[in-house]
């Protein structure tokens, strides 16, 4: 059991097992979208492992995709990928605002724009 998993406050949780059919199916479309958003951070959780954070996060059913921001859970389970896809560009953009959030309160920044 590995109890060092370390879970962000945004992030993707993958919650599969090596015997799990669906689990496998989806592996590669989810490598290509950690590919596509190399920013996200996804976390892949074996439950079988895990059984301890799989109760934390009630998980009964496998795959589950437990997606985290802002306090905020939305869980997926299955295999659709029109909706994990979705999910995957919506944590992006929360990313991505953050990310531009914080350069525009860069003092640094502020100061090059304002010397003219």
Wanted: charge should be positive; proline fraction near 6%; aromatic fraction near 6%.
């Amino acid at each position: 059991m590995n109890n060092e998993i370390k879970i962000p406050e945004t992030c993707i949780l993958k919650f599969e097992a090596k015997w799990c059919g669906p689990c496998k199916t989806i592996k590669p479309f989810i490598d290509d979208l950690k590919e596509k958003y190399p920013d996200l951070k996804v976390i892949t959780i074996d439950a079988d492992e895990n059984p301890d954070i799989c109760a934390t996060y009630k998980i009964s059913k496998l795959p589950t995709f437990v997606f985290k921001q802002n306090g905020r859970r939305r869980d997926l389970i299955g295999i659709d990928k029109t909706l994990i896809s979705t999910e995957f560009e919506n944590i992006n953009k929360h990313i991505a605002n953050q990310i531009k959030d914080q350069t525009s309160n860069d003092p640094k920044r502020t100061n090059a724009h304002n010397n003219t």
